[in-house]
């Protein structure tokens, strides 16, 4: 989402955390942020799903962005929150949820302070992490790793596809 502001263009983000690591989200993919619930895990599905909620009768798989990374699992704490995302990279899924340790704001970017990531290595989860962060951008001291979630997820199709059958299931 553009924001304008004395007539400079600014695009918005939600940033969250995932362990020291702060990482966001285009606010315009974002359909809403929850507090952690109870996630139902359903048989056969990838160890990067860990389940599926209910939100207003539309069952939606819950990803965890820890072990998408290769960072181990999300534990359950008092921040832990669900954002729910709009995908674009399925056709039977309109959103999914992503676990993070913590949310913490929308901010502005200006588009111009958005560097391009740098090369990761070359293992299978560096290079589904390098294609799904489309840029680092600046926010005081800290970076922030902008997330694209069509990316992430989206890397062979495996995991929409196992989400897909995972949720059919429970329907």
Do not use: W
């Not at 989402?1 to 995932?18: C, E, K, N």
């Not at 895990?41 to 998408?68: C, H, Q, Y």
């Not at 913590?102 to 302070?113: F, H, M, N």
């Amino acid at each position: 989402m553009r924001d304008t502001v004395s007539g400079r263009d600014f695009d918005q983000y939600l940033t969250f955390r995932i362990d020291e690591g702060q990482y966001a989200f285009r606010v315009d993919t974002v359909r809403e942020v929850i507090e952690y619930t109870k996630i139902t895990r359903l048989p056969r599905m990838s160890e990067t799903m860990r389940g599926v909620i209910n939100i207003r009768g539309a069952v939606i798989p819950v990803f965890d962005l820890k072990l998408l990374f290769g960072m181990g699992r999300t534990q359950e704490a008092t921040d832990t929150s669900i954002i729910v995302l709009e995908i674009r990279g399925s056709r039977n899924l309109a959103a999914v949820g992503v676990l993070t340790d913590s949310v913490q704001e929308v901010i502005r970017l200006d588009p111009g302070a958005v560097e391009p990531p740098p090369t990761l290595g070359r293992s299978a989860v560096s290079r589904a992490v390098s294609r799904a962060v489309t840029g680092i951008g600046k926010l005081g001291d800290e970076f922030v790793a902008i997330l694209d979630i069509d990316e992430l997820l989206g890397e062979t199709g495996e995991e929409l596809h196992a989400a897909e059958a995972a949720v059919a299931e429970a329907v």
